[in-house]
């Protein structure tokens, strides 16, 4: 029973984040500031080339290095070679090859973070070096070179319904291509590992998944898990690319071989090569149609370069395939997915997590058939539009709210921006003065995108929660613990919202999160809010009920520290019933069960919730010089229930840049395996002065199988603002722009 009144803090207001002032003032403590007596630094060898043999590790050098006092090869590492987040296939360190440019070789500890690096200097490695596999297509064929022994081939994804054979009177077809997107968070990989007196060790972490690094790191360790304990360290972003283990076995074995604490802090261009990016994609698109527009077919072939090892490869392209024709309705599909190993960097988890680069594809598809049937782009997709009850490619039934015809008129109805005024500012090029506005023109695109929420496809996805009730200083309070990772997305704000509503008390402790409770899975998916959230919310109902049964009353709220009845009337005072005997449950809770694709078909009801976002975009370009200004951004969301809407807003602001990011100006250059960009300098990402005004709609209609009602929130406007502003490009200038980044050279053609 949920207390009937709402706390004055608890859901559905937008109180002050207990870590938001701390960040602002720059008092808050992150990874990199982690500091302890003796402390060693870490530093570590990367290779060079994408594809090597090693053929020799001469250390001496660097063991000589006065100041140095471990270095550790291949050789050294004490438990299990081979670590990964699905599939073990990535060495600790290079042992006998390597197989992507940066990839770790050897470690060093030293007494200062520079004698670290000249030390790693002062190694020296003999390759001898193979030409690398570095085109996703390619190295599918027959005779390819293999980056790995099983093949290039990671994982293939079918998906089979209705006839394959299905004709159609308007066909449209077209090949897409994604760039390699980074992450891009601002605090670099960074960690502290402290040996303890047990033989064990304590890793202080930036991370995304506490309990998914701990079996790593255990097992490369070659401890029990007991003996490894890791607490969730300040963190400066992550968008997935914290998912993966980068330095933390690293940092462990430095420690526990010199018996001393050891830091690691990667610099901006080693971040580059020390995490996965978002996977680049070639995509081929066919879409049939009758004369009125209602899709008949949809046929698609998905290759993502998974790059040198496979992280979430494997789950990465499930998710493009099932969700690769988007919140449509089609009869007949037939879509394939491919992840590749290839000798680029390693690619994985990050914000939309492969439903972002399908949406460009199907996205690009819908204009294209509004363009030959002579429709308006949005009464094509409203036309298709899923609804409640309607089935997926996969066959899955798509319950509660799927407002996708309501979101798409929304953003359409929405005030359209104002005329450009005189302001230099408002033009493509802004203050450098490159444009006057005689070669600017106007355009506006629409994209939307459907996401699922949650681990899929059978993962017993859960979360657990102790919540502890007491009385301190006279007052009734509630510590709140998980293993949830706070990333920057306000997650131990919602989990305090959850006790103060469920328990009617206003002081509320999130403790830290880290290993000593259970696993609480990854933040990633967009699902701590609705899994931790859940689990939180069930822990509190357990307190509450063991509140009752003290009171011998089973028909009593808790209201602002007392016990209440429906009538209002006041039983008695919460820490009355407590007294000096604190009340405190776990609880371990799952969402509903999802089920493995058949590997023939791809048929399986394989997500647990769906969501959806619309996007309008305004853009100037000027045609002349390739420049191109994002006026103004329209979106509507359905959120199930926003927890927090102040955060819920800035989710969908973020996600929505993110994807502004990706459709004109973010990409890693990789040439024959190379980074050749790894600095924000070369980099570039949206600043404040590339963000437009943003008009933020947000619904909540809520899903009955969600606690409160909820619906992931911080994936989906990455997802359906990269097509729509590309539409909006293509509208200004008439250009196909098959690909994105869009790039100066794409507009002006040279």
């Given at each position: 029973?949920?207390?009937?009144?709402?706390?004055?803090?608890?859901?559905?207001?937008?109180?002050?984040?207990?870590?938001?002032?701390?960040?602002?003032?720059?008092?808050?403590?992150?990874?990199?500031?982690?500091?302890?007596?003796?402390?060693?630094?870490?530093?570590?060898?990367?290779?060079?080339?994408?594809?090597?043999?090693?053929?020799?590790?001469?250390?001496?050098?660097?063991?000589?290095?006065?100041?140095?006092?471990?270095?550790?090869?291949?050789?050294?590492?004490?438990?299990?070679?081979?670590?990964?987040?699905?599939?073990?296939?990535?060495?600790?360190?290079?042992?006998?090859?390597?197989?992507?440019?940066?990839?770790?070789?050897?470690?060093?500890?030293?007494?200062?973070?520079?004698?670290?690096?000249?030390?790693?200097?002062?190694?020296?490695?003999?390759?001898?070096?193979?030409?690398?596999?570095v085109d996703s297509v390619l190295?599918?064929?027959?005779?390819?070179?293999?980056?790995?022994?099983?093949?290039?081939?990671?994982?293939?994804?079918?998906?089979?319904?209705?006839?394959?054979?299905?004709?159609?009177?308007?066909?449209?077809?077209?090949?897409?291509?994604?760039?390699?997107?980074?992450?891009?968070?601002?605090?670099?990989?960074?960690?502290?590992?402290?040996?303890?007196?047990?033989?064990?060790?304590?890793?202080?972490?930036?991370?995304q998944w506490l309990h998914g690094?701990?079996?790593?790191?255990?097992?490369?360790?070659?401890?029990?898990?007991?003996?490894?304990?890791?607490?969730?360290?300040?963190?400066?972003?992550?968008?997935?690319?914290?998912?993966?283990?980068?330095?933390?076995?690293?940092?462990?074995?430095?420690?526990?071989?010199?018996?001393?604490?050891?830091?690691?802090?990667?610099?901006?261009?080693?971040?580059?090569?020390?995490?996965?990016?978002?996977?680049?994609?070639?995509?081929?698109?066919?879409?049939?149609?009758?004369?009125?527009?209602?899709?008949?077919?949809?046929?698609?072939?998905?290759?993502?370069?998974?790059?040198?090892?496979?992280?979430?490869?494997?789950?990465?392209?499930?998710?493009?395939?099932?969700?690769?024709?988007?919140?449509?309705?089609?009869?007949?599909?037939?879509?394939?997915?491919?992840?590749?190993?290839?000798?680029?960097?390693?690619?994985?988890?990050?914000?939309?997590?492969?439903?972002?680069?399908?949406?460009?594809?199907?996205?690009?598809?819908?204009?294209?058939?509004?363009?030959?049937?002579?429709?308006?782009?949005?009464?094509?997709?409203?036309?298709?539009?899923?609804?409640?009850?309607?089935?997926?490619?996969?066959?899955?039934?798509?319950?509660?709210?799927?407002?996708?015809?309501?979101?798409?008129?929304?953003?359409?109805?929405?005030?359209?921006?104002?005329?450009?005024?005189?302001?230099?500012?408002?033009?493509?090029?802004?203050?450098?003065?490159?444009?006057?506005?005689?070669?600017?023109?106007?355009?506006?695109?629409?994209?939307?995108?459907?996401?699922?929420?949650?681990?899929?496809?059978?993962?017993?996805?859960?979360?657990?929660?102790?919540?502890?009730?007491?009385?301190?200083?006279?007052?009734?309070?509630?510590?709140?613990?998980?293993?949830?990772?706070?990333?920057?997305?306000?997650?131990?704000?919602?989990?305090?919202?959850?006790?103060?509503?469920?328990?009617?008390?206003?002081?509320?402790?999130?403790?830290?999160?880290?290993?000593?409770?259970?696993?609480?899975?990854?933040?990633?998916?967009?699902?701590?809010?609705?899994?931790?959230?859940?689990?939180?919310?069930?822990?509190?109902?357990?307190?509450?009920?063991?509140?009752?049964?003290?009171?011998?009353?089973?028909?009593?709220?808790?209201?602002?520290?007392?016990?209440?009845?429906?009538?209002?009337?006041?039983?008695?005072?919460?820490?009355?019933?407590?007294g000096d005997a604190p009340i405190?449950?776990?609880?371990?809770?799952?969402?509903?069960?999802?089920?493995?694709?058949?590997?023939?078909?791809?048929?399986?009801?394989?997500?647990?919730?769906?969501?959806?976002?619309?996007?309008?975009?305004?853009?100037?370009?000027?045609?002349?010089?390739?420049?191109?200004?994002?006026?103004?951004?329209?979106?509507?969301?359905?959120?199930?229930?926003?927890?927090?809407?102040?955060?819920?807003?800035?989710?969908?602001?973020?996600?929505?840049?993110?994807?502004?990011?990706?459709?004109?100006?973010?990409?890693?250059?990789?040439?024959?395996?190379?980074?050749?960009?790894?600095?924000?300098?070369?980099?570039?990402?949206?600043?404040?002065?590339?963000?437009?005004?943003?008009?933020?709609?947000?619904?909540?209609?809520?899903?009955?199988?969600?606690?409160?009602?909820?619906?992931?929130?911080?994936?989906?406007?990455?997802?359906?603002?990269?097509?729509?502003?590309?539409?909006?490009?293509?509208?200004?200038?008439?250009?196909?722009?098959?690909?994105?980044?869009?790039?100066?050279?794409?507009?002006?053609?040279?």
């Amino acid at each position: 029973m949920t207390t009937s009144l709402q706390a004055a803090s608890g859901i559905g207001t937008s109180p002050q984040r207990p870590d938001g002032t701390l960040k602002v003032t720059g008092e808050f403590a992150f990874s990199s500031d982690l500091w302890a007596d003796r402390m060693l630094w870490g530093a570590t060898l990367r290779s060079p080339h994408p594809r090597a043999r090693i053929v020799g590790i001469d250390i001496t050098g660097a063991v000589a290095t006065t100041g140095v006092h471990a270095v550790l090869t291949a050789d050294d590492v004490p438990g299990a070679k081979l670590y990964g987040l699905e599939h073990r296939d990535q060495p600790v360190l290079a042992m006998g090859q390597v197989r992507y440019a940066g990839e770790p070789v050897a470690i060093v500890a030293a007494d200062h973070p520079e004698t670290a690096r000249r030390a790693c200097a002062a190694i020296v490695v003999r390759y001898e070096v193979l030409p690398p596999v570095v085109d996703s297509v390619l190295a599918m064929e027959p005779g390819s070179e293999t980056v790995h022994d099983r093949g290039n081939l990671l994982r293939h994804v079918p998906i089979r319904k209705g006839d394959p054979t299905a004709t159609a009177a308007v066909v449209v077809t077209g090949e897409y291509e994604v760039g390699m997107q980074d992450q891009a968070f601002l605090g670099p990989e960074s960690g502290l590992a402290i040996p303890a007196e047990d033989g064990g060790v304590d890793l202080f972490i930036a991370t995304q998944w506490l309990h998914g690094d701990l079996g790593q790191v255990a097992d490369c360790l070659g401890l029990p898990q007991s003996k490894v304990r890791l607490s969730l360290a300040g963190v400066g972003g992550a968008f997935g690319g914290r998912e993966d283990v980068s330095m933390q076995v690293h940092a462990c074995m430095l420690a526990l071989h010199t018996g001393r604490p050891v830091k690691m802090v990667y610099s901006r261009e080693e971040s580059f090569h020390g995490h996965v990016h978002r996977h680049p994609a070639r995509m081929w698109y066919e879409h049939g149609a009758d004369p009125d527009g209602r899709l008949v077919y949809v046929k698609a072939r998905i290759v993502l370069d998974g790059g040198a090892y496979a992280s979430t490869s494997m789950a990465v392209v499930a998710n493009a395939t099932t969700l690769g024709v988007g919140p449509y309705t089609v009869d007949n599909v037939t879509v394939d997915g491919y992840a590749v190993y290839t000798n680029n960097p390693p690619c994985g988890a990050m914000r939309g997590f492969g439903a972002v680069q399908a949406c460009f594809a199907y996205e690009s598809q819908m204009d294209k058939l509004a363009a030959a049937l002579g429709l308006d782009p949005v009464d094509v997709r409203v036309r298709n539009a899923l609804a409640p009850g309607d089935t997926m490619p996969t066959g899955q039934v798509v319950r509660g709210p799927a407002p996708v015809a309501d979101l798409l008129t929304r953003v359409r109805a929405a005030a359209p921006p104002p005329d450009r005024g005189g302001d230099l500012r408002e033009l493509p090029g802004g203050v450098a003065n490159t444009t006057h506005g005689e070669g600017v023109l106007r355009g506006v695109g629409y994209g939307i995108g459907i996401k699922n929420v949650g681990f899929s496809e059978g993962f017993d996805d859960y979360s657990t929660a102790r919540v502890r009730l007491e009385v301190v200083g006279g007052e009734a309070a509630a510590v709140v613990h998980t293993a949830a990772a706070e990333v920057g997305q306000g997650l131990v704000t919602v989990q305090a919202q959850i006790v103060r509503t469920e328990l009617g008390v206003d002081q509320v402790t999130v403790a830290t999160a880290d290993t000593s409770i259970g696993s609480a899975g990854s933040s990633s998916a967009s699902r701590q809010t609705y899994v931790t959230g859940g689990a939180v919310k069930a822990a509190c109902e357990a307190v509450r009920a063991a509140v009752l049964a003290r009171a011998g009353r089973d028909d009593l709220s808790l209201i602002g520290g007392r016990l209440v009845t429906p009538s209002g009337e006041v039983v008695a005072e919460l820490v009355d019933v407590l007294g000096d005997a604190p009340i405190e449950q776990t609880v371990e809770w799952r969402h509903k069960p999802t089920f493995a694709l058949d590997p023939r078909t791809g048929q399986g009801d394989a997500h647990v919730q769906y969501a959806f976002a619309a996007h309008r975009a305004t853009v100037d370009v000027d045609v002349e010089l390739g420049l191109v200004r994002v006026v103004e951004i329209a979106t509507a969301q359905d959120v199930g229930r926003a927890l927090h809407p102040q955060s819920v807003r800035g989710q969908i602001a973020g996600g929505t840049a993110q994807g502004l990011g990706l459709a004109v100006m973010e990409e890693i250059q990789v040439v024959d395996g190379l980074i050749r960009n790894p600095s924000f300098t070369d980099y570039l990402i949206p600043t404040i002065l590339d963000v437009p005004p943003m008009h933020i709609d947000v619904l909540e209609l809520g899903d009955p199988e969600a606690p409160y009602g909820l619906r992931g929130v911080g994936e989906p406007p990455t997802i359906s603002s990269t097509p729509a502003i590309v539409a909006a490009i293509r509208a200004a200038t008439g250009l196909a722009l098959n690909r994105v980044p869009v790039r100066p050279e794409h507009l002006t053609g040279t």
